[in-house]
Structure formats: structure tokens, C-alpha cells
T-cell receptor, first 114, second 114 residues
Framework: DARVTQTPRDKVTEMGQEVTMRCQPI?????VFWYRQTMMQGLELLAY????????DSGMPKDRFSAEMPDATLATLKIQPSEPRDSAVYFC????????????FGPGTRLLVL | KQEVTQIPAALSVPEGENLVLNCSFT??????LQWFRQDPGKGLTSLLL?????REQTSGRLNASLDKSSGRSTLYIAASQPGDSATYLC?????????????FGGGTRLMVKP
């Protein structure tokens, strides 16, 4: 049963620290998305990659956030330095670009910045 | 800019009731619309996907309809069960099909009481 995996599942850190979240997309999926979910804003797209190339990161605060795909099996989202307002659940999703197929979501990383 | 609204934000019903969740979107130029389910502390699971050329999709006790011209979709749940308790989100994919980007509604939090 193929699924998207994310690590860590939970992260508590102090303001100013670097946070790195990792995602392993489903094998064969060529599109990877990073979302952030908060009570106030709901689910927001931060960035997405197609064939490992970043296509849109307009939803991401670029001064502190960065997203990369070093290879087809790993996507990373980094926050440096972290701030309390970054506290949220961060989801990774993967899918196939062609056709109308759905995206498959990982379980999320719950981040708390104190 | 596409905006997706879900009403109601929360709903509590007794077990066995039939219920309808509503989703509206401002830009009718969509590629498809999806309904997702999110359980507490978990990622999203796709329930139904309706292509823009379709009017409805059914899966078990779930039926989703789409009226693209009026910018509305409904998710009908028949004979609700406590296990249906979750947050339901609708999401639309834009017509240009660029990268499978989705715009999400705020969700409807459903509780089905035994």
C-alpha cells in the first residue's frame, strides 16, 4: 500500500531554531506539494515541484522558508529562523501530473515554535 | 483569484440522518473538484473527484454533485454513522491544469452522535 511519508510527525522547537521537515513521495509520482494548515488560514499551498523542479513557491515566505527536492524520493521544507507564527501542521502531498488524478497526502508534521 | 467557501463550518447530527455539505467557488473555470476527508491528527483522504464535464459521482453512501455554472457542489451522506465524524474539505483545481494545484475550502467539521 503506497503512501506518502513525512518526518518528524511532531516537532517542538524554540524561536530562532532551524527546522527541517522531510517527505518521501509515492514512488512514480512526479509532482510534490507542500501545504500548511492552521485554524485561522485553513490549508494553504506553500510550494510545489514537478519532476524535482520548483514550479511555484509564491505561497512561501522566502526570507525564512526554503523547499528542495535533492532526489526523486525526498522533498524537504526548511524554516530558518523559525518563529511562533510558523506553528502549524505541514503536509506533503504527491501526485501524477497528467490527467485528473488526485493528490495523496502524508500524515503531516505538527510544528510548535515556542 | 479562486475562493472556495464551505457551509456550514460545523454540523452535529444524530446517527442515521441524511445530510448535505455545501461548497461554493467563485471562478467556474475549473478542471475538477474533489471532496476530501480529514480525521483529527491525520492527513487528507480523497473521497470523490468530479471532472468539470461530470455532474455527480457516487461512492457507497456518498454522493457528490457539481453545478459548475453556479459555482456549487454538494456532498450528500446517506444514513450517517459515528464513523463519518471528521472534517470534510472541498478543493477545486484550476482549468489550466498547471501542476495540479488545488484551492481548498475551510472545511465542515461533522460530528455524528450515536
Amino acid at each position: 500500500d503506497a503512501r506518502v511519508t513525512q518526518t518528524p510527525r511532531d516537532k517542538v522547537t524554540e524561536m530562532g531554531q532551524e527546522v527541517t521537515m522531510r517527505c518521501q513521495p509515492i514512488l512514480g509520482h512526479n509532482t510534490v506539494f507542500w501545504y500548511r494548515q492552521t485554524m485561522m488560514q485553513g490549508l494553504e499551498l506553500l510550494a510545489y515541484f514537478r519532476n524535482r523542479a520548483p514550479l511555484d513557491d509564491s505561497g512561501m515566505p522566502k526570507d525564512r522558508f526554503s523547499a528542495e527536492m535533492p532526489d526523486a524520493t525526498l522533498a524537504t521544507l526548511k524554516i530558518q529562523p523559525s518563529e511562533p507564527r510558523d506553528s502549524a501542521v505541514y503536509f506533503c502531498a504527491s501526485g501524477v501530473l497528467a490527467g485528473g488524478e488526485t493528490q495523496y497526502f502524508g500524515p503531516g508534521t505538527r510544528l510548535l515554535v515556542l | 483569484k479562486q475562493e472556495v467557501t464551505q457551509i456550514p463550518a460545523a454540523l452535529s447530527v444524530p446517527e442515521g440522518e441524511n445530510l448535505v455539505l455545501n461548497c461554493s467557488f467563485t471562478d467556474s473555470a475549473i478542471y475538477n473538484l474533489q471532496w476530501f476527508r480529514q480525521d483529527p491528527g491525520k492527513g487528507l483522504t480523497s473521497l470523490l473527484l468530479i471532472q468539470s464535464s461530470q455532474r455527480e459521482q457516487t461512492s457507497g453512501r456518498l454522493n457528490a454533485s457539481l453545478d459548475k455554472s453556479s459555482g456549487r457542489s454538494t456532498l450528500y451522506i446517506a444514513a450517517s454513522q459515528p464513523g463519518d465524524s471528521a472534517t470534510y474539505l472541498c478543493a477545486v483545481r484550476r482549468l489550466d491544469n498547471a501542476g495540479n494545484m488545488l484551492t481548498f475550502g475551510g472545511g465542515t467539521r461533522l460530528m455524528v452522535k450515536p
